[in-house]
């Protein structure tokens, strides 16, 4: 479990271009893996956690709460067969900073659109996964 705290100052465009809303954030976040193998997991999960409160008590211009949770679940049916669940949520209670939004997008999250290509204030995305062990580093992989 780990405890962040940060601040920073970024232009976030609020009523004009002169306005330097200062940002600062706490966040509380957690994560548990027990999956066997950082390269070829054939067992095990992966889950993680944070919540975030951005606030004027702790010296920013903007207020809002967000969590985000994801989860991947692996097994093995087969030696060389890996197959893989993930799970991904998030939601705040109001509109986000645009560098708080959460993304879809890129070859880690939905391959199809470019990275960062989806923002928004609440997210769902599901992927299933297989990887198939071809040589002792190579692998061929399919996603849905």
């Known amino acids: 479990m780990a405890f962040i705290a940060s601040s920073e100052d970024v232009n976030l465009e609020k009523d004009s271009v002169l306005t330097k809303p200062h940002h600062?954030?706490?966040a509380l976040q957690a994560r548990i893996d027990n999956l066997d193998d950082a390269d070829f997991p054939t067992r095990g999960?992966?889950?993680?956690?944070?919540?975030s409160?951005?606030?004027k008590f702790f010296g920013g211009d903007l207020v809002y709460r967000?969590?985000?949770a994801d989860g991947e679940w692996v097994t093995s049916p087969l030696d060389k067969l890996s197959l893989?669940?993930?799970l991904r949520f998030a939601s705040a209670d109001r509109r986000l900073?645009?560098?708080e939004r959460f993304s879809l997008g890129g070859r880690r999250s939905f391959m199809g659109l470019a990275d960062d290509e989806l923002l928004g204030d609440h997210l769902i995305a599901a992927t299933i996964k297989g990887r198939y062990r071809i040589y002792p580093r190579s692998?061929?992989?399919?996603r849905g």
């Open 24 to 26: 600062s954030v706490m």
């Open 45 to 51: 999960r992966r889950l993680s956690a944070k919540l």
């Open 53 to 55: 409160w951005g606030d």
């Open 66 to 68: 967000d969590f985000a």
């Open 84 to 86: 893989s669940f993930a």
């Open 97 to 99: 900073p645009l560098q």
């Open 139 to 142: 692998y061929a992989e399919a």
